[in-house]
């Protein structure tokens, strides 16, 4: 399995449908995005955003994996992938969030450095958990 950068954004579109069916896409003209291929088989994505107030951070968007991609590592490879793009580029600090339920998310996080944090807008709302990663 590869995680590739892509400008499809119709290709992520569609995934980002199987994977978060409840949920609208959140259409940015900045959001970076990659897929994960499976041979030529689309199977996730993943999105990052750089931050518009504040220019040193990026915003680790959605990351989705249809079920016969999962519990293969590939959430922790694409957590990486975006890091890497974020310090190439000059960012020094990565930002996300997660559901409180959301297990396989904050422990692939937390694997990746992330650490939980409180910021004084709760963008997201109380009822999530937010996470920050400095390089
Ligand atoms: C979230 C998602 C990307 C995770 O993908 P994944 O790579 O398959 O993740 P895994 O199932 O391998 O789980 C990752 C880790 O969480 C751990 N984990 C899973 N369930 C857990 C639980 N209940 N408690 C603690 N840890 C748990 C796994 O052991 C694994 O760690 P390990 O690799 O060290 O063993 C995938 O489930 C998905 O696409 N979900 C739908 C969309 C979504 O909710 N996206 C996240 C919000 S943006």
Redesign the pocket.
């Known amino acids: 399995m590869k995680v590739k950068k892509s400008d499809d954004k119709n290709l992520v579109i569609e995934l980002h449908k199987k994977?978060?069916p409840c949920d609208e896409f959140d259409d940015s003209p900045s959001n970076e995005y990659w897929i994960v291929w499976n041979g030529k088989t689309p199977v996730g994505f993943c999105i990052l955003r750089p931050l518009k107030l504040d220019k040193d951070s990026v915003f680790l968007s959605?990351?989705?994996?249809l079920y016969e991609a999962?519990?293969?590592?590939?959430?922790?490879r694409m957590i990486t992938v975006r890091l890497r793009w974020a310090k190439k580029n000059g960012y020094t600090s990565a930002l996300t969030y997660?559901a409180r339920d959301?297990?396989?998310?904050f422990?692939?996080l937390q694997?990746a450095g992330f650490r939980l944090y409180w910021p004084e807008n709760l963008y997201a709302g109380k009822n999530f958990l937010y996470w920050i990663k400095t390089f």
Not at 70 to 76: A, M, S
């Open positions: 994977t978060f959605r990351a989705g994996l999962r519990g293969k590592g590939l959430h922790r997660t959301n297990a396989q998310s422990s692939n694997k």
